[in-house]
């Protein structure tokens, strides 16, 4: 759970690696890092999001590389963000004294987040302070595959062996001999590292602190534009704050998880890298984003998904940060995973799957767009018009749903939805802006397919609508987004009985859901899975639709109490244990967050949803 003031808690491993909601993130729009709560950065990739990782200790604690700052004998410790920021502090205890590390990925004086510009300054900074007694604090990076050092102004020069086109500099306060090293300090002692790349500022001084308030300062003016009201609403601000971090601030593209390859459930091999942009993911950030006063960034991404898609000719469902296609996936044989869990894996297999979500999912955001006052040139509309049509018969057709199986394709009902979601948007953006379009064809192939919908995946016996076209009964949760997409309305009786046998049949327990039930519902990979963390907030909104407030509410607040004490989510959690697994933090659970909370507001001031 969120805690703003948390205790002191020992400091713990699994496996020998650090438990995921013991980690805390930072970033400045071009990349992230972990950190845990042993002052150690686990996972660091440069130059932005989806680069080589410089460190990812993560995936393998021997030969995966760190940046550590831990003191001899640590035994507790606790983490907190700066408020309503990015800037990270870690306190750490001993037998002998209390040490505070603060981190953060430094932001450029007077910097406007709002601005598509960089804002980064390519600077990891780290000020330590002993705050009582006396410590040995061992100062330690070591980049994945080594590294050379030498010295020079002010620091040192560092060259990693695996990424020698990266420019290091590491500059401190104190004397540098190397890149391992310890200090004696007492009370009241501090000193600074900065860790630099890009053009290094090797020659100019450096202030920490100065640093640091610019940093603090450009997130605290950005949050002034956060107009949430309702519950969780520091849970709220936080999944903000924590979607911006996933976000590309100059390309307007948004990561689903700056993590590649940890596994769900552990010991699995569900190792994905997520360090790309799905469109999928676009149309629901762009909604919730919008909704708690951050238009800017809403619509920066839905200009970067037009972009897209109007490059590439042809709907992809997930793109690179620059919207070129996604690297053919790889395992990395190097590295033993994040617990022994193997493969780690770089690029997406997925990328070039047949999805026909995706159809809806680029229409949906061109509608979102237009609704908040965007144009649409005739090259860009020209190629819409051609994605509604294709959108007409693609639905007929089998895919990989939602949820990427890589088995052989079906034809799922959430599929043959979101074209019918292509179709009503296209009808809607034709109307609006009075462009060229066979509407009423539109509006006529619209509504026969939420009828078929309706009519051909009930099933009778069961009393459910299925997760395939052909009724066949089976079940996954992606049947809850139908109302959330306009489909269907929530009160209409056959979702409403959808909703309960998803809630009773794909219940993990605790008011966490599963996916779908993989005996139920085979999809070409080995093992279960936990569950899905957004699924459950998709139940959330489908309450509150139909009603049921007070239902919806006591759900929401005990998925909200799930997150870390840094009011971080993962994409899954192991209804076993309650231990975070999946690649962390998950965009998609700070949308749901955000999204069912507006929901909820909304529904209690008795708005509509």
């Known amino acids: 759970m969120l805690e703003p003031d948390p205790s002191f808690r020992p400091v713990r491993t699994r496996d020998g690696y650090p438990p995921l909601e013991d980690l805390g993130l930072i970033g400045d729009g071009s990349t992230v890092a972990l950190v845990g709560l042993d002052g150690g950065i686990c996972w660091l990739c440069l130059p932005r999001f989806d680069s080589e990782p410089l460190l990812c200790g993560l995936l393998d604690r021997d030969r995966g590389g760190h940046f550590s700052i831990t003191p001899d004998g640590l035994t507790e410790a606790r983490q907190r963000y700066e408020p309503d920021t990015g800037v990270l502090v870690t306190e750490m205890r001993t037998a002998t004294g209390t040490v505070r590390i603060t981190d953060a990925l430094a932001l450029r004086p007077g910097a406007d987040l709002t601005d598509d510009a960089p804002a980064g300054r390519g600077e990891l900074v780290r000020s330590v302070v002993v705050l009582h007694g006396s410590v040995r604090l061992r100062v330690d990076l070591a980049p994945r595959g080594g590294a050379q050092a030498r010295l020079a102004a002010s620091g040192l020069v560092v060259t990693p062996a695996r990424r020698p086109d990266l420019r290091l500099h590491l500059r401190s306060t104190l004397p540098l001999s190397g890149l391992h090293g310890s200090h004696d300090l007492r009370q009241g002692d501090s000193f600074d590292l900065v860790l630099s790349w890009g053009r290094t500022h090797r020659h100019h001084r450096f202030d920490a602190d100065a640093m640091l308030a610019a940093t603090t300062g450009a997130w605290r003016r950005w949050m002034t534009r956060f107009t949430y009201d309702g519950p969780a609403e520091p849970m709220v601000r936080r999944a903000a704050i924590t979607l911006k971090l996933c976000d590309h601030w100059v390309n307007g593209s948004i990561v689903a998880a700056p993590t590649s390859s940890l596994p769900a459930p552990v010991g699995g091999v569900r190792n994905w890298d997520y360090r790309y942009t799905w469109i999928r993911d676009a149309a629901y950030t762009v909604f919730a984003m919008r909704r708690i006063g951050f238009a800017d960034e809403a619509d920066a991404f839905l200009g970067w998904v037009l972009d897209a898609f109007e490059q590439s000719r042809h709907p992809r469902i997930m793109y690179d940060l620059d919207g070129a296609p996604v690297p053919a996936e790889w395992e990395d044989a190097e590295l033993e995973g994040y617990r022994r869990s193997a493969p780690v894996r770089w690029g997406n297999g997925a990328a070039d799957q047949r999805q026909h979500d995706v159809y809806g999912e680029v229409l949906d955001c061109a509608d979102q767009w237009v ?239």
């Open 371 to 609: 609704r908040a006052g965007g144009e649409l040139e005739q090259p860009l509309w020209t190629e819409l018009v051609n994605l509604a049509e294709a959108a007409r018969e693609a639905w007929r057709q089998p895919d990989q749903g939602i949820w990427e199986i890589r088995s052989e394709g079906r034809v799922f009902t959430y599929s043959a939805a979101m074209c019918q979601v292509a179709l009503d948007r296209a009808a809607a953006i034709s109307e609006r802006l009075d462009l060229s379009g066979p509407v009423a064809a539109w509006r006529a192939a619209a509504g026969k397919l939420r009828e078929i919908i309706l009519d051909e995946s009930w099933n009778e016996e069961t009393q459910t609508l299925s997760e395939h076209l052909d009724g066949d009964g089976s079940l996954d949760a992606s049947l809850l987004a139908l109302p959330l997409r306009r489909v269907v309305p929530a009160s209409h009786p056959r979702v409403v009985a959808t909703a309960a046998a998803v809630a009773e049949r794909l219940s993990a327990g605790g008011g966490l859901l599963y996916r779908y039930l993989h005996d139920d519902s085979p999809d070409g990979i080995t093992g279960d899975e936990g569950a899905f963390l957004l699924c459950s907030f998709w139940l959330v909104d489908n309450l509150a639709l139909q009603g049921r407030l007070v239902e919806a509410q006591e759900l929401y607040a005990s998925l909200c109490a799930r997150a870390s004490p840094l009011g971080l989510l993962p994409e899954q959690i192991d209804p076993s244990t309650g231990e975070f697994v999946g690649n962390f933090p998950q965009a998609f659970s700070h949308i749901g967050v955000i999204a069912s909370g507006v929901t909820l507001a909304r529904a209690g001031a008795g708005e509509p949803g």
